[in-house]
C-alpha cells in the first residue's frame, strides 16, 4: 500500500507499506541518493510474512518525495525518517538502516529514541573517525553508483548504472545483470521529476562524525558488514560495534557494499533472528527466519 506522509517542513515523503499494520513495525532506511524501492521486493515481503508491518520510503530529492528547497544535513533526512513513523502511527518501529541510511537511523535514535525498538545497520559507518579511511576505489557517495563524465545518451547512462551497481555488489558473489538493469529502469520510472538525489552528498559532507555520541545509544543494534565492502572497508562496522554499546556483529565473507537480490533470505533471516529477540514475541512464525539457525554461527564476531 502507497502512502503520502508531510515532513516536518511540509515536504511530501512518499511511503509503501507491506503485512499487518497492527504487528511490529520495521522501517526501511534507504542510502544516499537510492529511492525506497532498492530495498528488493523480496525481503519486504519475507519481514512481513515473518509477522512485521514493513514499511519503505523515498528520501527528500529521490523518487516520489519531494525536493527540498534547502541545504539539510543527515539530521535533516533523520527528522523525515520520524514523520514516516509518527504519520504512519508505527512505533516504536525496528530501524533497518543501509550505508548512510545507518547514520540516518542513527541520528533518529539519538533525536527521538522513543520511536525506536531496535537497530539494524547494513554496511554503514559511525563517520570519518572509523580508523579506516573510506575506500577511494569505490563509488563516490555511500549506496548508489558512481556520477560519472556526461554520457552520449540514454543507454549509455543506463549501462553507466548497472555498472555502478555492479561495483557495490562486488566481484565476490555472481551479478544479476536482468536484475540491476530491471532496477535501473524501474528507478527512473518511479520519479517524474528531475533527478535532485546528489543533495544527498552535500548533506553527508555536512554531517559530523557520529562515534562519540552513540556510545550513549542504549537501543539493541545488529551491525551487518560485507568483507568485501569497497564504500566502507569492514573497519567502519567494527567501529560501530566498539562504539555502541552491547551491539552486535556480523561479518560476512564475499559481501560487498550491497548484498544481492538473492540474498534476500539469508540477510531477512538475520534480521528476523535480531527482531525476534527485540520484540518481545507474539510474532508470527516464518520458515525463513529458521535459516538462521543454520547459516549463522552462535557468536557475535567472525
Same mark, same amino acid.
Not at 564475499?254 to 533470505?265: A, C, V
Given at each position: ?17 507491506? =503485512?499487518?499494520? !497492527?504487528? &511490529? ?24 510474512? /515473518? ?45 533497518? =538502516?543501509?550505508? /548512510? ?25 559511525? =563517520?570519518?573517525?572509523?580508523?579506516? !579511511? ?10 548508489? &553508483?558512481? /556520477?560519472? &563524465? ?15 551497481? !555492479? ?48 556510545? /550513549? ?43 544481492? &537480490? ?10 528476523? =533472528?535480531?527482531? !525476534? ?26
Amino acid at each position: 500500500m502507497e502512502r503520502t506522509i508531510a515532513a516536518d517542513d511540509g515536504l511530501l515523503l512518499w511511503a509503501e507499506t507491506f =503485512g499487518d499494520r !497492527r504487528d &511490529p513495525a520495521v522501517l526501511l532506511v534507504m542510502g544516499a541518493t537510492a529511492p525506497g524501492i532498492v530495498w528488493p521486493d523480496e525481503l519486504c515481503r519475507l519481514l512481513a510474512s /515473518a509477522g512485521y508491518y514493513v514499511v519503505r520510503y523515498d528520501h527528500r530529492d529521490t523518487g516520489r518525495s519531494g525536493k527540498s528547497s534547502a541545504a539539510y544535513d543527515l539530521s535533516t533526512m533523520a527528522a523525515d525518517a520520524a514523520a514516516v513513523i509518527a504519520g504512519l502511527d508505527a512505533g516504536p518501529a525496528h530501524v533497518v =538502516g543501509q550505508s /548512510a541510511g545507518g547514520t540516518v537511523s542513527l541520528l533518529l535514535a539519538l533525536g527521538r529514541p522513543g520511536l525506536v525498538r531496535s537497530l539494524v545497520l547494513l554496511s554503514s559507518s559511525p =563517520g570519518t573517525d572509523a580508523g579506516a !579511511r573510506r575506500s577511494r576505489t569505490g563509488p563516490s557517495d555511500a549506496s548508489e &553508483p558512481e /556520477a560519472g &563524465p556526461p554520457a552520449a545518451g540514454p543507454e549509455e547512462r543506463r549501462a553507466m548504472a548497472v555498472e555502478g551497481w !555492479r561495483g557495490l555488489v562486488g566481484a565476490a558473489v555472481p551479478f544479476d545483470r536482468a536484475y540491476w538493469s530491471d532496477l535501473v529502469d524501474r528507478v527512473a520510472e518511479h520519479s517524474s521529476e528531475r533527478d535532485t538525489s546528489a543533495r544527498h552528498l552535500a548533506a553527508m559532507a555536512r554531517t559530523p562524525a557520529l562515534t562519540d555520541r552513540i556510545t /550513549a545509544l542504549r537501543v539493541p543494534t545488529l551491525v551487518v558488514h560485507g568483507e568485501q565492502d569497497r564504500v566502507f572497508p569492514v573497519e567502519h562496522g567494527e567501529a560501530l560495534r566498539r562504539a555502541i554499546p552491547d551491539a552486535r556483529l556480523r561479518r560476512i565473507p564475499g559481501m560487498g557494499h550491497i548484498f544481492p &537480490p538473492h540474498w534476500s533470505s539469508t540477510i531477512g533471516a538475520l534480521i528476523v =533472528g535480531h527482531l !525476534r529477540r527485540n520484540s518481545g514475541g507474539g510474532e508470527k512464525r516464518h520458515p525463513g527466519a529458521l535459516a538462521q539457525e543454520i547459516l549463522w554461527p552462535k557468536h557475535d564476531v567472525y
